[in-house]
């Protein structure tokens, strides 16, 4: 078996166009962390690599919705996703962005090479175009009446009245989202991939290399290859998203599914100056975590297009999650049928490890599977409390009151069959549990966990120290036999803190609290050993780690979840899926001087970036979101700002400024300030607006 001396691990980068769900927890984010924590505890050099995917229509399409802008949309909910992750305890070592200029670069560099290279077809095709916007129309930007239900406000790729998958070929009178036209077929431009020419490669390294993958994975994969690859446009036409880095490609960004898989390695390399140890050498252990949505993408498409760059490792491994429902019916976040995750965290503060149990135990591994508030609570109650948590509660209570507060010795003379067996139970479930995590089995892994709880409830209840202790007074040998029932129980504790912390990593933290031991002890290698607390150690007081859950509360869970849904029903059907229009751009005024300043073009930008520029302590040079471009713009303000903190900030600039070189930058503009006090501050809309549109 090959041998790996480091591990990169990453998890699909979730769309910044909403908050996280449950489902999207048990598809990839908690079987990842479950995964990394235990390569950590194992001492393994390994990186955790996620972040937002901000490109793509379903961003635009949100701004467009909420009558904002994307760099708006992508800002908001990366802080979500990002804050619920961490409340989650899901442990990335960076949670990056595909808005950042590391990865813009890295991605354009990429496609760049494969130009340069040769390995792209360059074709003319007919698709919609919005003539009074002069846009190319993706199919969410199409509207029309559904062959299907009738509904006259169906998307050019769904029905969100009736859930038909479309195209805009089958719309009855189809038209613009941006202008109500009507649209019209025109010929443009694109780059494409020729997936066939990868093949007899993609044959080779998975179908015939990979058999060991899950079922779900492979399967699809193959019947994918068997039905023949065809060549796949990687570019598109919109403003929004990373520009196609060659000429002739104006209006054109990069596919979002060729550009956010780099975002991998674009946050590889914003984590580690050694990123390229990670990406490029054989030993490597490349394993990507995601839902079965993105199979195609991550096992055929992003394979393709690393085997054509170069110099990259392939993954090792995809486990793939099916789906996850709720409540017996399908997530649908238009219909906001979903627990949301920033939700879960708000109204079950300090429980995060009941959510990470649940879903774990439910994890749709090799089906689609279902999450109920019932379920929710029974596993909670009569797992996690009955078992886990009173093993280790009664454990600590009876080491407190029968033992003086202290770890009691093990009488050798005193040790029977009874104690050889915990051990040998103990040493099998570690056997098991560390098979099923190598093995992505991680339902079955925690099952061992809880079987390990059991072992020792059975051990407690059949040694009965309280029992015991009723015989101190004329039985010389008691003391011994309790002080070895306490002992044995507290090695097993200290046993489910190593074992529980993949899984309820707050939990085994209480734990290692409670015996007054340091992380250290969660170490892998440690897990069977009878020795891992010392003798005469004095003890914390013993907390509940997890605590009953009413009827009420699910109750009232069930309730906010139809209520919601009742809520975005109505809503859909009072406006049948329509959308805010676009901010219609004015056409660029003529390039200015300074004396020509009554000419002036005013817009208002959106600051995406800013740095202090070397040797000039006045200046920040800025990226700037114009709405169609980006500019850098230097401007003296460095006195007055730090740059991490007006990044988001909405300024007016100059517009039609001619481009000067200051500090050997070309500054493309001018930003408007007032002077408040001998203070600057700036000039901007009083609410959000969308980048490029004009001050009048």
């Not at 690393?306 to 995809?318: D, M, R, Y």
């Amino acid at each position: 078996m090959k041998q790996f001396n480091r591990y990169l691990v990453t998890a699909a980068l979730p769309y910044a166009n909403g908050p996280v769900h449950i489902g999207h927890l048990a598809g990839c984010y908690l079987p990842s962390d479950i995964y990394v924590r235990y390569l950590r505890a194992k001492k393994a050099d390994v990186k955790f690599i996620c972040g937002t995917d901000e490109h793509g229509v379903p961003i635009t399409i949100k701004a467009m919705k909420e009558g904002v802008t994307p760099q708006d949309i992508v800002d908001k909910y990366y802080a979500i996703i990002r804050d619920s992750f961490a409340a989650m305890g899901i442990s990335f070592d960076i949670f990056s962005r595909t808005s950042r200029q590391i990865h813009h670069e890295t991605a354009a560099a990429f496609f760049k090479k494969m130009y340069d290279d040769g390995l792209f077809e360059e074709k003319e095709s007919e698709q919609y175009f919005d003539e009074i916007k002069q846009v190319f129309l993706a199919d969410r930007y199409i509207i029309g009446t559904c062959p299907k239900c009738g509904n006259d406000k169906a998307y050019g790729d769904q029905c969100e009245k009736c859930g038909t998958s479309l195209s805009p070929d089958e719309l009855i009178n189809p038209r613009s989202a941006l202008s109500d036209a009507v649209p019209v077929k025109k010929k443009t431009k694109h780059w494409y991939m020729p997936l066939q020419n990868y093949e007899p490669f993609l044959n080779e390294w998975l179908i015939e290399g990979h058999k060991e993958w899950k079922n779900n994975v492979y399967g699809q994969c193959k019947s994918w290859l068997d039905s023949g690859l065809q060549s796949r446009a990687m570019t598109r036409d919109s403003n929004w998203g990373i520009k196609v880095p060659v000429e002739g490609a104006e209006g054109k960004v990069l596919y979002v599914w060729f550009d956010a898989p780099i975002g991998y390695i674009s946050a590889t390399k914003e984590l580690t100056e050694n990123w390229a140890d990670y990406w490029s050498k054989d030993d490597t252990k490349l394993v990507h975590f995601i839902g079965k949505d993105n199979i195609v993408f991550h096992c055929i498409i992003f394979p393709a297009m690393l085997k054509a760059h170069g110099n990259f490792v392939l993954p090792e491994n995809v486990p793939a999650n099916e789906f996850l429902n709720i409540e017996g019916e399908k997530i649908s976040t238009s219909r906001n049928w979903a627990v949301w995750v920033n939700d879960y965290v708000a109204d079950f503060p300090g429980q995060e490890d009941v959510l990470r149990y649940v879903l774990c135990s439910t994890a749709p591994e090799t089906k689609d599977n279902d999450f109920s508030w019932k379920d929710f609570q029974q596993r909670n109650n009569s797992e996690l409390t009955d078992i886990f948590s009173n093993f280790v509660h009664r454990t600590m209570v009876l080491m407190h009151k029968l033992c003086g507060g202290k770890v009691p010795p093990m009488h050798a003379d005193l040790k029977d069959a009874k104690d050889d067996a915990v051990y040998t139970e103990l040493q099998d479930a570690v056997k098991k549990a560390t098979e099923f995590l190598e093995n992505y089995r991680f339902r079955d892994a925690l099952a061992e966990v809880m079987n390990v709880a059991r072992i020792g409830n059975r051990y407690l209840q059949d040694r009965e120290p309280w029992i015991v202790a009723k015989q101190l007074p004329t039985n010389p040998e008691a003391q011994k036999q309790i002080d070895n029932a306490i002992h044995v129980c507290l090695q097993i504790v200290a046993n489910l803190a190593i074992l529980s912390n993949p899984f309820l990593p707050f939990t085994a933290e209480k734990i290692c609290k409670m015996l007054k031991v340091v992380d250290r002890m969660l170490e892998w290698e440690n897990a069977g050993r009878m020795d891992l607390v010392k003798t005469g150690y004095s003890l914390r007081e013993p907390i509940m780690l997890f605590k009953k859950i009413e009827n009420e509360v699910v109750e009232d869970q069930v309730k906010k979840l139809h209520q919601r849904l009742k809520e975005a029903v109505d809503a859909m059907n009072a406006t049948n899926g329509t959308v805010a229009p676009a901010v219609e751009e004015k056409p660029a005024k003529a390039e200015i001087q300074f004396d020509d300043f009554a000419k002036i073009d005013l817009r208002v930008g959106t600051i995406t970036h800013a740095e202090k520029i070397p040797k000039a302590d006045k200046l920040l040079k800025l990226s700037v979101d114009m709405g169609t471009e980006q500019r850098t713009i230097c401007s003296g303000i460095a006195e007055y700002f730090a740059p991490e903190d007006i990044i988001g900030k909405q300024v007016t600039v100059v517009a039609n400024l001619a481009p000067r070189k200051m500090r050997g930058i070309e500054s493309q503009g001018m930003i408007l300030m007032a002077e408040d006090n001998g203070k600057l501050v700036f000039v901007n809309p009083n609410v959000a607006v969308a980048p490029g549109s004009g001050v009048s």
